[in-house]
């Protein structure tokens, strides 16, 4: 930048707040900004408001950041006589300088800039100088006294959130319960993977099958493809429609575009609509003002290698962002054995037409590749690209948002099949006596999967507006159109393949009311209503259906004390079955002849075939599916203690009511190859709505800021599922072993963990960083169809008699399943240092530091002296059931010990 351009940018940033200052000056309001400030010491803000005017605010904060800083932070101001006084921490107030405005939240939640602007802060000059003698002798002799100044010029942060009424209010006020989780909570974090931030949050669940595949949930019903909780990235949902769940590792930005993450726990249907079912994942990114300049990122070792490149700037009323970066994850089993890649990139350009009125463009690719992700018809290999481009537009309180996204995908399941099978039993066929354990080599089935090709589209416009309808009362309308079409093929080439789809409109409108009869009172009622419309384009023809869905909700805040918060709150919320789960045929064993070889040599050739019927075996969604839905009820309590402390406690009671659970049963599956039975072959795969559950829990954080340098958290979540309606599951009278194992329960009430502790301790002094965090989760047990899949009996007719055979019995290779994840504690810590005037930040990382570095011996499973699995290999953590399925490991990657170093630089 030239001297001209910047002696322009300096004038007009000097205009805006000579601005803003007159008008704060015309209300009565007075300050003066310091003339300069000294290196390493606090720097105290003070502001004249008239008594009657500040009777109108909720609280008053200085915003803060140093000079080239990307990120603001803030402190409360306390009224001291006719004034309101803060100071900024010592550590802020670095060479070159500081800058800073001063901002009111009034009493009816709208935000009011009293000194400059985060756009246009106040620059406060730091001299590069060190203390002389005579200041360090005084240093030196008080040292005591500068401790208890660093504790007293603490105060407690104000954390503002929009995702919990769409609307920015102070996070105690929020309707719902909500954590946060900052751009620096990230970097303290150091990890690439944005689920293992979110694992240090109360009452959110993060299990991970594979490496490339972490599942995140809020309030229990862990599942594998989680569904239940909605994501945006600036408001855009990214979630993938086909499968109803979002690919954390295939996000389109990276965890260093990340300014701000909110976390909903508990439903947001009467918002967000479909999908926002247990929670709300709100991820906002950096806007040109928070970069101005440019970063790279690196991070390499044990954990795999990753790049980050982001430019930002504004200049006069246009700003713009430019991103891109690369991934490739290491795997937990193998140690620099890629789990995958993932290219990025994203802009955004950002013009500010006045005050409040913004209108902005971004668009944005990401391809990428995982090997696998895990499914229960198999684990898939996805090969993946995905576009998208988005206009929103700000004026004053009217919002409006439009998107389009494209995805381009190919996937290729492997269904977990004995590849050599044997007989079980002795077996005579003619004149020959087969021997247990006599070769048959299926031929036909049961191995690789056709490919699927498929592409999808995504048009959705949302516009909302906020109308203050008084000083106490503030409404909010708001509706979307979303329309999602998907379409693929099947087969090893799909040239000349058939194309299936579906597409489907989604229609949404809700309204608010934020009702504040008293300062200390907030009532929040909403009510949102959907409607789903379904098309289906099927080989046997067109299938439509519709589905209305209303989801109201009901909250009340109490501020006793502006220390003190009391919130109590229920609602009603949905998800509709994803397009996998009702719509979606996927060929799982082609058309064509089927065998089963007998290698005997002795046995006539016209006796060795075992012949199948030529049918193909697809998988079916089923189109009959209901939304899932659910009712929550929850209370909370916050409270701020000595500006240092914050403390959260949360109660919660949902109940759950049609769960769509996936069905397998590989008895239909051989009995539909078989010539002799007459079975269909289109309910042998399929999704069911199966189970109602209940789910009680609770929720308890405490944050402490100790000093300025030194913050330690804890959280304990604990949560009780109770399985309802059991009578369903089972036939009446239904008692003895063998229908009790024929009708198994779902295992709902064991795949949650019953307790959760997250803990950790955040050191930032002279430059220097070190952060621990441990988590702690219970013991999960779970069982599904992969778990259950070598204990099937299935029927067969061979040689001309039926029998009765377990599949673990046929197969060659043994089988080792356990549906058990024993309780396991991760302790994981980094450390950085930052140098020339925090241009640079170095540092390096551990995870799992109380596990063990060891390579796997074998496929990580120890078993008894009967062959039983007893536990997994010592050092591993487990967060899924690892299955070793005739010989190939599903699911259940063995978390070890592992290094990485990382590298950050700012111009």
Not at 402 to 423: G, H, K, V
Not at 473 to 488: A, C, E, M, Q
């Amino acid at each position: 930048m030239g001297r001209r351009s910047a002696a322009f940018f300096g004038c007009a940033a000097a205009l805006a707040v000579i601005a803003c200052a007159a008008e704060a000056f015309a209300q009565g309001v007075a300050h003066a900004p310091p003339d300069k400030a000294a290196a390493d010491r606090g720097l105290e803000v003070s502001i004249k408001i008239p008594t009657a005017q500040a009777a109108g605010y909720s609280y008053i904060s200085v915003f803060y950041k140093r000079r080239g800083g990307v990120i603001y932070k803030s402190v409360f101001m306390q009224p001291a006589g006719a004034a309101y006084v803060a100071t900024v921490p010592g550590d802020f107030v670095t060479f070159p300088g500081i800058e800073y405005y001063i901002s009111a939240r009034t009493r009816d939640g709208a935000v009011q800039n009293l000194f400059a602007s985060p756009a246009a802060p106040q620059f406060v000059p730091v001299a590069e100088e060190a203390r002389d003698e005579e200041e360090e002798d005084e240093v030196s002799r008080a040292g005591t006294d500068l401790f208890a100044d660093e504790l007293a010029v603490f105060a407690a942060e104000a954390v503002t959130v929009v995702s919990a009424a769409r609307v920015e209010q102070v996070i105690y006020e929020s309707p719902s319960a909500i954590s946060v989780v900052s751009a620096r909570d990230i970097q303290n974090y150091a990890s690439e993977s944005l689920p293992e931030v979110l694992r240090t949050l109360p009452g959110v669940e993060v299990m991970r099958t594979y490496t490339m595949n972490p599942e995140v949930t809020a309030r229990g019903f862990t599942r594998e493809g989680q569904n239940k909780v909605l994501t945006l990235v600036d408001g855009r949902s990214i979630y993938i429609d086909l499968f109803g769940t979002t690919f954390w590792e295939f996000m389109p930005v990276s965890v260093w575009e990340v300014k701000q993450v909110e976390v909903i726990r508990g439903p947001g249907s009467a918002l967000y609509g479909a999908n926002a079912f247990s929670g709300v994942v709100s991820i906002f990114t950096k806007r040109p003002e928070d970069i101005k300049g440019f970063q790279l990122n690196q991070t390499a070792g044990e954990t795999g290698i990753y790049t980050s490149l982001l430019a930002g700037d504004v200049k006069d009323k246009v700003g713009y962002r430019a991103a891109t970066s690369f991934s490739s994850p290491y795997k937990y089993d193998e140690r620099f054995d890629s789990a995958g890649q993932v290219v990025r990139g994203d802009g955004l350009v950002e013009y500010k037409i006045g005050a409040n009125q913004t209108a902005s463009f971004s668009g944005g690719f990401n391809r990428g590749k995982a090997t696998p992700i895990f499914t229960l018809i198999g684990p898939i290999e996805v090969e993946a690209t995905q576009g998208f481009a988005k206009g929103d537009l700000v004026w004053h309180d009217f919002k409006l948002q439009t998107f389009y996204s494209i995805l381009s995908a190919d996937l290729q399941a492997r269904f977990p099949f004995p590849e050599q099978m044997q007989l079980p039993e002795d077996v005579k066929i003619g004149n020959v006596t087969l021997s247990q354990g006599t070769p048959l080599a299926p031929q036909g089935f049961g191995l690789e999967m056709p490919p699927v090709f498929g592409y999808g589209h995504t048009f959705d416009v949302e516009a909302m507006n906020t109308f203050p309808i008084a000083e106490v009362d503030r409404l909010t309308i708001g509706g979307n159109v979303r329309y999602v079409t998907f379409s693929y093929r099947t087969g090893a080439e799909a040239e000349d393949a058939d194309w299936n789809g579906a597409n489907q409109v989604l229609f949404g409108s809700f309204v608010q009311n934020e009702y504040r009869p008293i300062p200390e009172i907030i009532t929040t009622l909403g009510f949102r209503f959907d409607l789903q419309s379904v098309q289906s384009e099927l080989p046997d023809g067109t299938k439509q259906r519709m589905q209305p869905n209303y989801s109201p909700r009901a909250s009340v805040v109490f501020l006793p004390h502006p220390d003190h918060s009391i919130r109590l709150g229920g609602g009603l919320a949905f998800r509709n079955p994803a397009f996998m789960e009702s719509d979606l045929r996927m060929n799982v064993v082609p058309a064509g002849p089927k065998t089963l070889v007998i290698e005997e040599p002795t046995l006539p050739a016209s006796l060795r075939e075992v012949k199948l019927k030529d049918v193909a075996i697809d998988y079916y969604g089923n189109p009959g599916l209901e939304p899932e839905k659910i009712l929550s009820l929850e209370a909370g309590y916050g409270v701020r203690l000595w500006n240092r402390v914050r403390i959260n406690l949360d109660f919660f009671y949902q109940q759950v009511y049609g769960l769509i659970l996936f069905q397998g049963d590989i008895n239909k599956f051989f009995a539909a190859l078989d010539t002799q039975q007459d079975v269909s072959n289109e309910d042998v795969f399929t999704f069911q709505n199966l189970a109602d559950a209940r789910n009680i829990g609770v929720e308890a954080a405490a944050d402490v800021a100790i000093t300025e340098w030194l913050r330690v958290f804890a959280n304990y979540s604990w949560q009780k599922i109770t399985l309802l309606n059991k009578e369903k599951y089972r036939p009446e009278g239904c008692t003895d072993p063998e229908c009790l194992e024929k009708f198994p329960m779902p295992t709902l009430e064991e795949e949650s963990p019953e307790n959760k502790i997250n803990a950790g301790i955040n050191v930032s002094r002279w430059h220097a960083d070190l952060n621990v965090y441990g988590h702690f989760v219970s013991r999960t047990h779970r069982e599904n169809f992969i778990t259950n899949l070598p204990a099937q009996e299935i029927k067969m007719n061979f040689a001309g008699k039926e029998f009765k055979w377990v599949l673990r019995d046929m197969s060659a290779t043994p089988s080792k399943i356990t549906g058990d994840v024993p309780a396991y504690f991760l302790l994981n810590a980094n450390a950085a240092y930052s140098f020339l005037d925090d241009i640079f930040r170095v540092g390096f990382g551990c995870e799992d530091i109380l596990g063990s570095s060891d390579s796997l011996v074998g496929d990580g499973i120890v078993t008894d002296a009967a062959g039983n699995p007893v536990k997994v290999q010592s050092g591993r953590a487990l967060q899924y059931p690892r299955s070793n399925l005739f010989g190939g490991i599903l699911g259940g990657e063995l978390i070890g010990r592992r290094f990485y170093g990382f590298l950050s630089a700012k111009f």
